[in-house]
């Protein structure tokens, strides 16, 4: 659908991934957040609304990204089948990386 429409110059292209993400954020939030509920309070985490929101804007932050990301993907290769070798091994280097540069300090723990 948006080949065809694009053919025809209905619209731009940066103004389908505006509408396509604003219209997505509802749905895309509200289960992350669900789990963010969930888990933060049974991971006895800081029970003060400071800390909450940042939680719930990091979470916000990465669903937002890696929309963009699956979004970028997705519009670079055409094909299905190489967009999703490429996602794949691009979300599993990330996982890889992921806590990498975090410094733990396992004498005070």
Known sequence: ???????????????YFVARTT???PLDLVLPVLFLLVVYFMDGLRLSAGPFFVS????FLCIVAAQGLGLAIGATLMDLKRATTLASVTVMTFMLAG???VKVNLLNS
């Open 1 to 15: 659908m948006l080949n065809k429409e694009r053919a025809t110059d209905m619209y731009r292209l940066s103004a």
């Open 23 to 25: 219209s997505d954020l």
């Open 56 to 59: 719930i804007l990091t979470v």
């Open 99 to 101: 806590g990498f540069f």
